[in-house]
């Protein structure tokens, strides 16, 4: 039974628990039976040594691992529930007592949710973007799609330009010497794609075919490779050929290929409406990321680290999963990038606590609004979900389960009610939609020239 709770900090609570003499008789008596089964003694048949010989041999002790494994985890889930905690992590045990004839006493401290002092969450001031999408956007978006269906054309004259994928032959040299991993040849890159040392891209803008270049650049202090990290090198280059990118032509024929439309008015009518929804979505997604800022600013808690670390080891997942959809496993970006998983995981960590605080003032928010969430609810989203992977919601819902989904579901709604209750009681001032340049890098209004030259022919 639970004989005591203390809190210890915001975070962690230590409870005190009792089990009653009898029962650690009987567990006591349970472990003999198991562990006397394994003990050979002179003079005694294998399992049949008498418990007293047993314990004046090996000491009480060999049988209180058994017998602690029998008491302590139902006594420590009836605490919980008598003492109503719902522990984040896993539990610290300390041993005060064991032994026959005597109650077992032992401590155990758990991690909790710590309590949130909320700030104003109802009546916060906030901007909200007007959503527009014009003509301009929607042409660079079609111009962009025409990148990536772009054609690379060899170039016999005409210096190398950003954007055209070079092949070369290099060899560095620092202080005056060959390095490892500084020679190739007919290596393919692409101008402009900063995958090179910085400033290695950039002088082979202007070169011609068949020219040798000597290129200098400095290796980053913090470059992977500790021989040349911070050093000056040279690489002796030359420009085996040019490719350049040749757009398709803008037709019916290239929006057939690249779309469901069969010409260019449908393709584009499709796409403003698409793009208004996208746009729609991201002004909603910064109002609601400015109001949850506010109230996390104005609010007070304390981070528990085990929620911290689940929310990197969720990002980190996110990384690998990104990784693989990219053909590349954690390890292989781990050796390109010169990190660590340990450092993968660190730079990470600023932007988890910035979550974890969020969450927990989202939850303590649900909390003093009282917000649940109806099974009804829960079917009606993983029917939603049904729909869009045209799949039956029953099956679904069984994977869910089976899963363990269910009632990561449920808090995903729940909190987002809560989102949707701060954003109700907002006062929401509409702005207009400051437009950035279209595309870094390139002159918006040459791109649009382009575009409506093609749109004439």
Known sequence: MLKNTEKQD????KLEIEVAAAEVDTALAKAYHKVVKDVNLPGFRKGKVPRRILESRFGPEVLHEEALELLVPPAFQEALNEAEIDPIGQ????????????????????????????????????EKTEVEVDDLQVDHHIYMLREQNARLVPKEEGPVKEGDLVTIDFKGFVDGEPFEGGESENYSLEIGSKSFIPGFEEQLVGANLDEEKKVEVKFPDNYRKDDVAGKEAVFEVKIKQIKEKQLPELDDQFVQEVSEFDNLEEMKADLKEKMLKQAEEDSKAKLEESLIEQVTASSKTDLPQTLVERQIDRMVGDL???????????????????????????????EAEKRTRANLVLDAIAKKEGINIEDSELDEK?????????????RLKDILEKQGRLPVIKEELRIRKAIDLMVAEANITMVKNEKDNLKEGTDADQEDKVVQEDDKK
């Open 10 to 13: 915001n975070t962690k609570i």
């Open 91 to 126: 539990p610290e045990f300390e041993l005060v007592q064991v032994e026959e004839g005597k109650p077992l006493l032992f401590n155990a401290v758990v991690e909790v949710i710590p309590e949130v002092e909320l700030g104003d969450y109802k009546g916060l001031e906030a």
């Open 320 to 350: 690998e999963g990104y990784l693989r959809y990219q053909g590349m496993e954690l390890d292989q970006f781990l050796q390109l990038s010169g990190k660590t998983r340990e450092e993968v995981r660190e730079d990470r960590r600023e």
């Open 382 to 394: 993983i029917e939603e979900a049904a729909a869009g992977y045209n799949d039956d919601p029953a």
